[in-house]
Nanobody, 117 residues
Framework: VQLVESGGGLVQAGGSLRLSCAASGSTFMINIMGWYRQAPGKQRELVAAITNGGGSTNYADSVKGRFTISGDNDKNTMYLQMNSLKPEDTAVYYC???????????WGKGTLVTVSS
């Protein structure tokens, strides 16, 4: 499975961005997809996750009510709509795919989100 993120950039506090993650390869074996982020000097953390088919979602407390994760199975693409962005949301955002059966995790290369105050 290959994952390619896009949509990052520089935005002012209070603004919005939409990240995309395009998946290719054995996408039918994907069980859960998620967005993680890693800020400078910090550990990578889960931001949001969604089950294949979109039946269940999960969010970090810090983004609940501001971020929305969604997926388009026809396009093999996952999205993260980020609203009311804060400077503490600044990080590299990574797309993750967790495979059914093997449990292997695939990662994209990341996209940088910078929120200015």
């Amino acid at each position: 499975v290959q994952l390619v993120e896009s949509g990052g950039g520089l935005v002012q506090a209070g603004g919005s961005l939409r990240l995309s993650c395009a998946a290719s390869g054995s996408t039918f074996m994907i069980n859960i997809m998620g967005w993680y982020r890693q800020a400078p000097g910090k550990q990578r953390e889960l931001v949001a996750a969604i089950t294949n088919g979109g039946g269940s979602t999960n969010y970090a407390d810090s983004v609940k009510g501001r971020f929305t994760i969604s997926g388009d199975n026809d396009k093999n693409t996952m999205y993260l709509q980020m609203n009311s962005l804060k400077p503490e949301d600044t990080a590299v955002y990574y797309c993750n795919a967790h495979m059914h059966g093997s449990g292997i995790n695939y990662w994209g290369k990341g996209t940088l989100v910078t929120v200015s105050s």
